[in-house]
């Protein structure tokens, strides 16, 4: 499998290479741009898509074979989140929320609403920045821990599950989780909702990709998110699809059968 480590092992040998032909035969500087190009664009791929596992092993899907999902949500509470937990019970579905630090500081009651009603609470970061991506080290675990805490204080519960904010992961980051022991989730079904505006259109996405062992990403912050969760659950529990929170999906026996 490609991941950072190898990568830059194979870089290095190859970069020697380089080094060897050019004293043996003649300089390249076209040979030299070319491989920095290739090797940029890799770690590029890599920090861009969680679910290549380039940095960090994160969860984004189960392996198991029956028709269970897990629906999760990003970037809140809002003033959405209150009626998603309703729209959550009207199904009596279980969700999980990946919620931003601060935010969680100032509405508590929505985080408390939430946890109430079954639903599972996930760390995304206490400020969810543009620039978190270039954040140090200490810097990303300060966001991981302080997040945690406010959890804490809300739920009486530890937080183990952290999406990075935009799915986006590199050494800095893969060094954050591993040194908070937390598990990084990911999603493989990503509905753009907060980029595609046609309802309609979001949900046939969705649809059009889901599959068993699904972890699918909404996000409070859509203004139609109502409308497209009613509609999702209706259509995959019509389709015989079974809603989980994620640690349900993620403690999934991989070798049972569906019965």
Not at 72 to 96: E, M, Q, R, W
Not at 97 to 105: C, L, P, T
Not at 170 to 189: E, F
Not at 199 to 217: E, F, Y
Request: hydrophobic share 40%.
């Amino acid at each position: 499998m490609l991941t950072y480590r190898n990568t830059v092992i194979a870089a290095i040998i190859v970069f020697i290479l380089i080094l060897v032909y050019s004293v043996v035969f003649s300089f390249s500087i076209i040979t030299l741009i070319f491989f920095i190009l290739f090797f940029s664009s890799i770690l590029a791929y890599g920090s861009a898509f969680i679910g290549f596992n380039f940095y960090t092993k994160s969860f984004c899907k189960s392996k198991t074979k029956l028709k269970v999902v897990s629906i999760t949500f990003d970037d809140g509470p809002t003033d959405n989140t209150n009626s998603i937990i309703d729209i959550l019970d009207k199904h009596n579905v279980k969700a999980t929320f990946f919620v931003v630090g601060d935010q969680a500081e100032s509405s508590p009651e929505i985080i408390e609403k939430a946890c109430k009603n079954g639903q599972l609470i996930g760390n995304h970061s206490f400020s969810h920045s543009n620039y978190s991506g270039f954040y140090s080290t200490n810097k990303i675990v300060d966001e991981i821990e302080h997040t945690n805490a406010i959890l804490k204080n809300i739920t009486g519960k530890d937080c183990k599950i952290f999406r990075p904010p935009f799915g986006v992961t590199n050494p800095n980051i893969a060094r954050a989780i591993k040194r908070t022991g937390m598990q990084s989730v990911g999603w493989s079904v990503r509905s753009l909702d907060t980029t595609i505006k046609d309802s309609q259109i979001v949900l046939k996405r969705v649809l059009r990709q889901v599959h068993p062992g699904a972890v699918i990403l909404l996000h409070d912050t859509t203004p139609n998110i109502l409308f497209i969760l009613d509609k999702l659950i209706e259509n995959l529990k019509e389709s015989g699809y079974k809603i989980e929170r994620l640690d349900v999906l993620m403690a999934l026996n991989l070798n049972r059968r569906e019965k």
